[in-house]
């Protein structure tokens, strides 16, 4: 077989940069919404069982569903693995009724500060996907 081509060895498929880099900012953008999505549910979970935990509806048992809800958006968003691994954790041990509270609040803690570092990042990622 006879190749025209500069470069006979690479089989592009018909795709240019520009179109292989304007497939790669839409599956960035999927991936950002999907996610996006998955923690607005779980946010809202969160914040559900927080206002039927001030109803005096079993609260320390609300609080640690809820660190078990965040814990898991952040494990679905892989990013932060560690630390949604850690709420999990520390939500299933305080609904088995080991120090309960310190347990939540320590999730809480994590929980707080994890979303409190990577928030710029992940507005810094959402811009630049949708400035372009």
Same mark, same amino acid.
């Given at each position: 077989m006879l190749h025209t081509s500069r470069h006979p060895i690479i089989d592009t *498929?018909?795709? #240019?940069l520009e179109t292989a880099i304007s497939h790669e900012?839409? /599956?960035v953008e999927r991936a950002v919404i999907g *996610?996006?999505? !998955?923690?607005?549910? #779980?946010? /809202? !979970? %969160?914040?559900?069982l927080s206002i039927l935990g001030l109803a005096h509806i079993a609260p320390t048992s609300m609080c640690a569903i809820a660190a078990i809800a965040l814990g898991a958006a952040l494990l679905l968003? *892989? %990013?932060e693995v560690l630390v949604g691994l850690a709420a999990v954790v520390l939500g299933i041990l305080a609904l088995l009724g080991i120090a309960p509270v310190t347990l939540v609040l320590v999730a809480m803690l994590a929980l707080g500060a994890s979303v409190l570092l990577t928030g710029s990042a992940v507005v810094g990622k959402m811009l630049t996907i949708f400035a372009a």
């Open positions: *498929g018909g795709l #240019t900012e839409r /599956a *996610g996006s999505s !998955a923690e607005e549910i #779980t946010g /809202a !979970a %969160a914040v559900v968003d *892989g %990013a």
